[in-house]
């Protein structure tokens, strides 16, 4: 038995907290005082050093093992109780570094399970190590146990998750995931709209802005339509449930996992390999997926339609006449800090933006308004073989890399061929954003035309009533279909000079507009 003044510290952990209410890590501290009081150890609140769902093997940094380590390195702390040694160390590298301390501090550790461990002498020193090399074998085991599991239920068709992905639940009864409605209609338009040219952050603005939430991070079983159509929960607690459910927010980094999650096409995954079937239905069609995955790579490659930092117009639409330069949105250094658009790269020319965007809105409304619903010669075809071809040269470009690699070839033995294959590459991707920039553009288009047909709403015949349609249609679309209707209809160019002459709008599909005195005042 250790005398009373000795000081003593009692350490408890649990790898996983499945339920959160840390019931083990409560057993384990109720034991382990029980043996310290038998040894006659007296262990106060301030030494009791706990890390609840943390694991011992992930390479994670321990905050209470560390803190109370470092007790024990200065010698305030000489006596460690824990349930069982496990509880300490699972890897033999954390052995050592206990051990390294113990020798010169003359740490003792008592365990509920496994009796004292003595590190100062070569007997307890063996004993920790038979113990560490137990806990390692059992934790191996453990794993490769559980990736077995993992990998049989991925190839049967089950999709095991922890928190609820969006456009899933999971039914309460035969435990499949099944579709939430809602979430899968925003899924579709997503994929779609990101397909068409729209950016990540341009679709994460939009979700917040209409309150749309993620399923990540919430409980796997519950949805917003759960909450409302809940029918014993009072006014109160669904109030609560429902400010819960919608506190949380869309991220890129959040959107980009959705994205990019191929298990929406109702695909089985193991370590990122298709293994099967899964035994839910899909939410998307493999073309749509295709059409995504072929969307993703294009961004890889080229500049997307959209400038993902893009908050105004025409910024990198508009051009400088004078050197032909793309000009951006920028902040003068004045008191009202006033937008312009600058010239990039020569500063030749700058012009207020509110005033050019003004022009430019006006000059597309004027296109819409005098353009056939067919003006896009893009709509309707087919992009397949366009990324089959982009897939075939990738291969090719494999193949010659393979070469090399087998020492079958030189590097300038293939160097004509990836010139060959770059050049094609680059055609086809030209070919491939025209026809994404025209199809995104027509689909604008004919569903503005489309609604102002509608009877009733407005008299055709009425120019001036159609055109002030379509200037709020046009004012309501998300910025990047703004830009992208802007880029399809009108050419912008800035020239030197003070007066408004100097802007010259170029219109690329209604060209009877482009007359000799009205460019600038479309």
């Given at each position: 038995m250790y005398s009373v003044c000795m000081v003593s510290a009692i350490y408890?952990?649990?790898?996983?907290?499945?339920?959160?209410?840390?019931?083990?890590v409560d057993r384990q501290l109720a034991e382990t005082r029980a043996l310290a009081e038998v040894n006659g150890l007296s262990v106060t609140d301030d030494f009791v050093f706990t890390d609840n769902d943390m694991s011992a093997t992930s390479g994670k940094p321990r905050p209470a093992f560390n803190r109370l380590l470092k007790l024990v390195e200065d010698g305030t702390v000489?006596?460690?109780?824990?349930?069982?040694?496990?509880?300490?160390y699972r890897k033999l590298s954390d052995l050592v570094e206990i051990t390294k301390v113990a020798q010169v501090s003359g740490l003792k550790i008592l365990t509920v399970q496994a009796g004292e461990l003595d590190l100062s002498t070569p007997t307890g020193r063996l004993v920790a190590g038979l113990l560490g090399s137990?806990?390692?074998?059992?934790?191996?085991?453990?794993?490769?146990?559980?990736?077995?599991?993992?990998?049989?239920?991925?190839?049967?068709?089950?999709?095991?998750f922890s928190h609820r992905p969006f456009g899933y639940r999971r039914d309460p009864g035969t435990k499949i995931p099944v579709v939430v409605p809602s979430e899968a209609e925003e899924?579709?338009?997503?994929?779609?709209?990101?397909?068409?040219?729209?950016?990540?952050?341009?679709?994460?603005?939009?979700?917040?802005?209409?309150?749309?939430?993620?399923?990540?991070?919430?409980?796997?079983?519950?949805?917003?339509e759960d909450i409302q159509n809940d029918a014993e929960l009072d006014e109160d607690q669904r109030a609560k449930a429902l400010l819960a459910m919608t506190t949380k927010t869309w991220t890129i980094t959040q959107l980009r996992s959705v994205l990019a999650n191929e298990?929406?096409?109702?695909?089985?995954?193991?370590?990122?390999?298709?293994?099967?079937?899964?035994?839910?239905?899909?939410?998307?069609?493999?073309?749509?997926?295709?059409?995504?995955?072929?969307?993703?790579?294009?961004?890889?490659?080229?500049?997307?339609?959209?400038?993902?930092?893009?908050?105004?117009l025409l910024s990198g639409i508009l051009r400088c006449s004078v050197c032909n330069g793309k000009m951006y949105q920028r902040q003068r250094n004045d008191p009202?800090?006033?937008?312009?658009?600058?010239?990039?790269?020569?500063?030749?020319?700058?012009?207020?933006?509110?005033?050019?965007?003004?022009?430019?809105?006006?000059?597309?409304?004027?296109?819409?308004?005098?353009?056939?619903?067919?003006?896009?010669?893009?709509?309707?075809?087919?992009?397949?073989?366009?990324?089959?071809?982009?897939?075939?040269?990738?291969?090719q470009r494999k193949e010659q890399h393979g070469l090399t690699r087998d020492n079958l070839a030189t590097a300038s033995d293939i160097r004509p061929t990836l010139v060959r294959l770059q050049a094609e590459e680059v055609e086809l991707l030209a070919r491939l954003e025209k026809i994404k920039l025209e199809s995104v553009g027509a689909e604008v288009l004919m569903g503005m035309k489309s609604d102002l047909l509608s009877p009733g709403l407005v008299p055709w015949d009425d120019g001036a009533a159609v055109k002030s349609q379509l200037k709020q249609r046009f004012e309501k679309l998300s910025l990047p279909r703004q830009r992208t209707l802007t880029r399809l209809l009108i050419d912008v160019t800035v020239g030197k000079g003070r007066d408004l002459s100097r802007v010259i709008i170029w219109h690329k599909v209604v060209t009877t507009l482009n007359g000799p005195q009205d460019e600038h005042d479309a």
């Open positions: 408890t952990r649990q790898s996983l907290d499945k339920t959160g209410d840390a019931v083990a000489e006596t460690i109780v824990v349930w069982h040694a496990d509880r300490l137990v806990a390692t074998y059992e934790g191996e085991h453990r794993t490769e146990r559980q990736k077995s599991a993992f990998k049989a239920a991925a190839t049967n068709g089950i999709w095991h899924l579709r338009s997503l994929f779609e709209r990101y397909s068409t040219g729209e950016s990540r952050h341009a679709l994460v603005l939009d979700l917040n802005k209409r309150g749309i939430r993620p399923g990540g991070g919430r409980p796997w079983h519950v949805t917003v298990r929406y096409t109702a695909v089985s995954r193991y370590k990122g390999e298709i293994v099967g079937t899964g035994n839910w239905d899909a939410i998307l069609t493999p073309e749509q997926w295709e059409k995504y995955t072929g969307a993703a790579s294009l961004r890889k490659t080229v500049k997307s339609s959209f400038s993902r930092t893009a908050t105004s009202a800090k006033t937008k312009e658009y600058s010239c990039w790269e020569n500063h030749c020319v700058s012009i207020k933006a509110s005033v050019v965007d003004v022009l430019a809105a006006r000059a597309v409304v004027s296109s819409l308004f005098l353009a056939p619903t067919s003006l896009v010669s893009g709509t309707g075809h087919d992009t397949t073989s366009l990324t089959e071809a982009l897939s075939h040269i990738d291969t």
